[in-house]
Each structure stands twice: as C-alpha cells, then as structure tokens.
C-alpha cells in the first residue's frame, strides 16, 4: 500500500474555488430552507438537471461552451423546467415530489442520450454531476456575484410569500442554472439540502446564519482537504459537508436536551 502523500494548498486555485462555493451557498440556503418547509426536496435535482439538459443540447449544436447562447439555452430550460413544476403544483399538489423525480429522470435520460454519440460524452456527464469548482474563472465569479445579489434582493426584500408560487421557482431555476455550471449537481442538491436539514430542529432565526456557516466551513475545510490529498474536490466537499451538518445536527439536538446526556 502507498503512503498516503499530503500536498501543499494552492490558495490561488482553492481560493476561487472557494468563493464560488459561497457564492452558492449565499442563494442556496435560503431557498434550501423554503424547499425543505415545502416538502419538495428533489425539485433542485430536477431543476439542476434540466438546466444540464440544456447546456448539453447547447453544446450539441456547437455553440461556444461558456458563450451566452449556452447560458440562455441553460436559463430557457431551467425556466421552462419551472414553469412546468409551478403548474403541476397548482394542478396535482399531492403527488408534486414524484413529479419532480420523474422529471429528473426524464432530463437525466435525455442528457445521456444527447451525448450517446459524443466521444466525450462521459467527461461532459461527470463534469455536469461533480463540477469543476477548482477551474473558474473570474468571469464566472462576477456573473455569479451579480445573480446572486438579484436573487438576494428578491428574496427578502419581496419574501417568500410576495414571491408566491411562480416566483419562487423562477428565483431558483435562475439560481441553480448558475450554481450548476460552477460546482455540479451533487454540490448543488448539497448544498441547498444538507444545511437546511442540519439547522432544522433550530431557532428560527438562528437557522439561516446556522446554516450559512456550517456551509461555509465545509466548503473551506473540503477545498482544503482534497487539494492536501489530491482527491476530487466535488466528491470531498460533499462527504466533508455531510460531517458536518450532522456535527451541527447533534450538537442542535444536544442543546435541546441538555440532560439527556452526562
């Protein structure tokens, strides 16, 4: 067996990386806790998905991979992805979480058919499911900065109920279309979930800034972690965030029976 080799961290490629991963969660947290108080925790795979759907089809046709056609033809299916999801809401609302796994299926098949005849389909499917956080680029970065700033200032300068029902899934079909290009589909349901499930026994308003940090060290201790050891930094960041939201769980829960344990 190899020793295990530890590597210095380049903080000219994790730092990048780790702004990305917080301007994600900046969006993502808030619109976690919504999605979890609604019961519709798979709609980001889905929506994520379908904004992948269209990147692949962009890509299909030739277009320049980070040009404004792909962005636009990502942001039209994110958007008609949500269009759809806000009228299957109105009309069956109790089956709307197996309709948002259907339609996470049906974009998933979709995707791997589109790239069935790409010598590089499997290394486009992998970069669209784990992402590419350590390679952005300061274009991105600004982009992101400025969408999230707008999903912000929606969301709580409106609120969740001014917003309504369209309006939510209009904020997060613009912001996970983003997120998604940045750090993939896993980081992106992790990062909107895992937080969200680990605060939600919490204050009410301690939960956001909760969540928020808990975000934070994960992606920070991840980055670090898979620069030392040379792993895959999406995959890490994932495992380090699921350690750390049930740290933050038990400690929450802890705290709620302070005598349940001596």
Same mark, same amino acid.
């Given at each position: 067996?190899?020793?295990?080799?530890?590597?210095?961290?380049?903080?000219?490629?994790?730092?990048?990386?780790?702004?990305?991963?917080?301007?994600?969660?900046?969006?993502?947290?808030?619109?976690?806790?919504?999605?979890?108080?609604?019961?519709?925790?798979?709609?980001?795979?889905?929506?994520?998905?379908?904004?992948?759907?269209?990147?692949?089809?962009?890509?299909?046709?030739?277009?320049?991979?980070?040009?404004?056609?792909?962005?636009?033809?990502?942001?039209?299916?994110?958007?008609?992805?949500?269009?759809?999801?806000?009228?299957?809401?109105?009309?069956?609302?109790?089956?709307?979480?197996?309709?948002?796994?259907?339609?996470?299926?049906?974009?998933?098949?979709?995707?791997?058919?589109?790239?069935?005849?790409?010598?590089?389909?499997?290394?486009?499917?992998?970069?669209?499911?784990?992402?590419?956080?350590?390679?952005?680029?300061?274009? /991105? +970065?600004?982009?992101?900065? #400025? $969408?999230? =700033?707008?999903?912000? &200032? !929606?969301?709580?300068? @409106?609120? *969740?109920?001014?917003?309504?029902?369209?309006?939510?899934?209009?904020?997060?079909?613009?912001?996970?279309?983003?997120?998604?290009?940045?750090?993939?589909?896993?980081?992106?349901?992790?990062?909107?979930?895992?937080?969200?499930?680990?605060?939600?026994?919490?204050?009410?308003?301690? /939960? +956001?800034?909760?969540?928020? #940090? $808990?975000? =934070?060290?994960?992606? &920070? !201790?991840?980055?670090? @972690?898979? *620069?030392?050891?040379?792993?895959?930094?999406?995959?890490?960041?994932?495992?380090?965030?699921?350690?750390?939201?049930?740290?933050?769980?038990?400690?929450?829960?802890?705290?709620?029976?302070?005598?349940?344990?001596?």
């Amino acid at each position: 067996m190899s020793s295990l080799t530890l590597h210095p961290v380049d903080w000219s490629i994790v730092g990048p990386a780790l702004i990305a991963g917080l301007l994600v969660l900046a969006t993502h947290v808030p619109l976690g806790l919504q999605v979890l108080r609604k019961g519709i925790v798979f709609i980001d795979l889905a929506i994520a998905q379908i904004a992948g759907l269209g990147v692949i089809a962009a890509d299909n046709l030739g277009w320049e991979p980070q040009g404004w056609g792909v962005q636009g033809a990502a942001v039209a299916a994110a958007l008609l992805g949500a269009a759809l999801l806000t009228w299957t809401e109105r009309r069956w609302p109790d089956i709307q979480e197996a309709l948002i796994g259907t339609l996470f299926v049906l974009a998933s098949c979709g995707g791997i058919l589109l790239l069935a005849g790409n010598p590089h389909g499997g290394e486009h499917l992998k970069d669209l499911l784990v992402g590419q956080i350590l390679w952005v680029t300061p274009s /991105q +970065l600004g982009a992101m900065a #400025g $969408l999230s =700033a707008l999903v912000l &200032a !929606l969301w709580f300068g @409106l609120g *969740a109920g001014r917003l309504g029902r369209a309006g939510f899934y209009v904020l997060f079909a613009l912001a996970v279309t983003a997120s998604v290009q940045l750090v993939g589909v896993y980081l992106v349901f992790s990062s909107l979930i895992m937080p969200a499930l680990a605060v939600r026994r919490a204050s009410p308003r301690w /939960q +956001l800034p909760l969540a928020w #940090g $808990l975000g =934070a060290i994960a992606y &920070a !201790l991840g980055l670090a @972690l898979s *620069a030392m050891l040379d792993w895959p930094s999406g995959a890490v960041v994932v495992l380090t965030m699921a350690v750390v939201a049930c740290v933050v769980a038990a400690l929450i829960g802890r705290s709620e029976h302070p005598t349940a344990v001596r």
